[in-house]
């Protein structure tokens, strides 16, 4: 049985020479975005072109791709190994249901028994993905039993690299904190007791990094991120704090990226405090390019219809986590980190996936698509002074990624050196934030740094039409192995 196969994706082995070998890695993190596509795999007998199924009266071409490295087969009228490319239902006699409500064990699907259907457009989708009582049949735990091994070694991977840049960052990825976390100093130091609480509410609340502790806390760890080569310091910042920081300017990032939930009484001071610090301050239009191309919305398309939260009795009930499908505290141990010196576990929402999103994804997901990443980074370049121009897409308006007589064009090429570095390195730090906490994986995180680091998925002729997030595209280990380069990138060489 013959396999179509026109994968194009870089290998994990390649992603780590480059990460091993070259003392300036970075332009090879770009290029290999643009190498590492997850294309699908169609199968096919020797008496027809692509597999059938049965829809209705009729049957449709069913478009399947390769789960793990097992071979595809077809045997007796089952698919094995195989992750279908679409929208599944499982067919009974009393009528459709949705896929995965019996159980589906090794890949195996009856050809006569599933139908598909476009993937997120049909009017059933749209209708269904407002029914609660249908989230419970078709969503599930993205980290329960049935995930794959090499799932959940995909988790440990990102977990552990991404842990390990907050407690060994490089030397510049300090100094992009240090920038960032004195003028947060400042800023906070300086704010009034309302607002000093108010924009503290949920990194200091319940399901924030730093529960059950004072602002005073908080500006102490802004003040060890501030000093110049924190890591070895007296008073040395720890990974607790970057991610402190790191986590603020997310949140500051909140409040522009969502006016309407942000008191008028903080963004008044903290207006004034930025422009007296000489700094730019995003105006609304400036805000709209960055939800525009990277937020929530955009790169999680399907978001609002694919996750759902799952509710708990009491805040008790939500479990402790920390890493990706809660491996944080095992890549603890792998990392060698005292138990006094961890990040501390804690609690935030906790989201069901879809079942189909899930069997046809082998990267890790937590949280779904995210914005996150464009929050953060918008206020971090805010921080770092830089130009309303150049602030989160700069990269992108100024030129992008392509191909001219076989030769590659940087896509940060009207970036000196020294900015394409820190550039980098704050790229690193938010994602190593959202994935070594476990916020989000790094499949999830993927499309916000990208377009950060000047490309975009949905520029015309990368998206097929069936295409509709980076899971679609770098679902299959790539994410791992770009965002990991990354992190290696921008770690202390010591800690590696």
């Given at each position: 049985m ?9 290998s994990p ?12 890695m970075n332009?090879d ?5 643009d190498?590492?596509?997850n294309?699908?795999i169609e199968i096919?007998?020797n ?11 009729g049957e449709?071409p ?31 006699t009393?009528?459709?249901?949705p896929?995965g409500?019996p159980?589906?064990?090794d ?14 457009n ?12 249908h989230?419970?049949?078709t ?8 995930t ?8 440990m991977?990102?977990t ?31 704010l ?21 502790e ?57 207006n ?24 929530s919305?955009?790169v ?35 990392l060698?980190?005292?138990?006094q ?8 929402p ?7 999103r ?8 937590t ?12 206020t ?17 308006t100024?030129?992008?990624a392509?191909q001219e007589?076989?030769?590659?064009f940087?896509?940060?090429s ?29 499949v ?10 000047g490309?975009?998925i949905?520029?015309?002729?990368t998206?097929s039409?069936?295409?509709?997030d ?27």
């Amino acid at each position: 049985m013959p396999i179509n196969n026109d994968i194009k994706c870089i290998s994990p082995a390649t992603a780590q020479y480059h990460a091993e070998r070259n003392e300036t890695m970075n332009a090879d993190f770009v290029r290999n975005f643009d190498l590492a596509r997850n294309c699908s795999i169609e199968i096919s007998s020797n008496e027809t072109s692509i597999a059938t199924i049965k829809n209705g009266d009729g049957e449709q071409p069913l478009r399947l791709r390769l789960d793990e490295n097992s071979s595809p087969q077809v045997r007796r009228g089952v698919i094995n190994n195989v992750i279908i490319d679409s929208d599944i239902t499982v067919k009974h006699t009393s009528g459709l249901i949705p896929m995965g409500e019996p159980p589906v064990k090794d890949g195996a699907f009856g050809i006569d028994r599933v139908g598909s259907s476009p993937l997120g457009n049909t009017d059933a989708h749209k209708v269904l993905a407002k029914d609660p009582s249908h989230h419970k049949k078709t969503h599930t735990n993205p980290a329960g039993p049935h995930t794959l091994r090499q799932t959940k070694d995909l988790a440990m991977r990102q977990t552990v690299d991404g842990r390990r840049v907050l407690y060994s960052p490089g030397s510049i990825l300090i100094k992009e904190l240090s920038t960032a976390a004195s003028v947060l100093h400042q800023i906070v130091s300086n704010l009034s007791t309302d607002s000093q609480i108010t924009i503290g509410a949920r990194i200091l609340g319940e399901e924030g990094l730093l529960d059950g502790e004072t602002i005073p806390d908080l500006v102490a760890a802004l003040q060890r991120v501030s000093t110049k080569n924190n890591s070895s310091s007296a008073v040395a910042a720890s990974a607790t704090d970057r991610a402190a920081v790191i986590a603020l300017m997310g949140d500051i990032g909140v409040f522009y990226s969502r006016p309407a939930d942000a008191k008028v009484e903080l963004m008044t001071e903290l207006n004034s405090q930025l422009t007296a610090a000489g700094l730019h301050v995003p105006e609304e239009s400036e805000m709209e390019i960055m939800r525009r191309t990277g937020g929530s919305r955009t790169v999680g398309p399907d978001k609002k219809a694919e996750r759902s939260v799952v509710a708990f009795d009491s805040r008790a009930d939500i479990p402790l986590r920390a890493g990706i499908h809660n491996m944080g505290l095992a890549a603890d141990e792998v990392l060698g980190i005292a138990q006094q010196n961890r990040i501390p576990v804690n609690r935030w929402p906790v989201f069901d996936i879809s079942r189909h999103r899930i069997n046809e994804t082998t990267e890790p997901l937590t949280g779904h698509m995210s914005g996150s990443p464009a929050e953060i980074l918008q206020t971090w370049d805010m921080l770092c002074g830089l130009t309303g121009e150049e602030q989160y897409v700069g990269a992108l308006t100024r030129s992008s990624a392509r191909q001219e007589r076989e030769k590659f064009f940087h896509p940060m090429s009207d970036f000196t050196s020294v900015e394409q570095a820190q550039r980098y390195a704050r790229a690193a730090g938010a994602s190593a934030f959202l994935v070594g906490l476990g916020y989000h994986s790094t499949v999830e995180v993927l499309e916000g740094i990208l377009v950060y680091t000047g490309q975009n998925i949905r520029t015309e002729g990368t998206l097929s039409q069936s295409q509709r997030d980076a899971a679609h595209l770098f679902g299959h280990g790539a994410a791992t192995d770009l965002i990991t380069e990354l992190f290696i990138t921008n770690t202390a060489r010591q800690a590696l």
